[in-house]
């Protein structure tokens, strides 16, 4: 809007600066109107005058005015090619980003699993030893601790059927 005000604003200034010059013709006599058309010739000859001084004085800003619009225009187009080479490239970028979270998340699931793990370790290494431990009671004559173990890991195997750990603890 704001750009449209110096436009509505020379607009009317136009009108009005041709309303006043139609007014003036009206006032002049015959002797004046028959100049005129040479008064115009002369004041636009003149002002053709004035437009090729300011040209020849200024060109060198004319010329520097060209070479920056061909530069930008060149840099425009450079601009708009990296867009295009940018946009081929998002697709391809995007399965990149997709494939690289599905692995971190993956490999978050592994660490968590290998937390638990760590958290467990102690518990895991007594649970593996229980084998080993029954032979020694058995061969050392402790059967009641022997047999107390074996309960023990029936009572895993119930408890926690799912576990590869314990199930194998049954077996032996």
Do not use: W
Request: glycine content about 2%; some cysteine; hydrophobic content about 40%.
């Amino acid at each position: 809007m704001a750009a449209d005000a110096p436009s509505k604003d020379r607009t009317t200034a136009l009108f009005e600066s041709e309303d006043s010059y139609v007014s003036d013709l009206l006032s002049y006599s015959l002797e004046r109107l028959n100049k005129e058309p040479e008064l115009l010739k002369s004041d636009a000859d003149r002002i053709e005058r004035h437009l090729q001084e300011v040209a020849v004085k200024h060109y060198r800003s004319f010329i520097t005015a060209a070479e920056c619009v061909k530069t930008v225009h060149s840099e425009v187009t450079q601009v708009n090619a990296h867009l295009e080479e940018l946009l081929e490239g998002l697709p391809a970028l995007e399965q990149g980003c997709r494939d690289f979270s599905q692995g971190a998340e993956q490999i978050t699931t592994k660490r968590a699993q290998n937390k638990q793990m760590l958290n467990c370790h102690s518990t895991l290494l007594d649970l593996l030893e229980v084998p080993q431990l029954m032979d020694t009671c058995v061969r050392n004559g402790n059967y009641d601790e022997a047999l107390d173990l074996e309960a023990f890991a029936a009572k895993l195997a119930v408890l926690h059927s799912t576990f590869p750990v314990v199930i194998s603890l049954k077996k032996e």
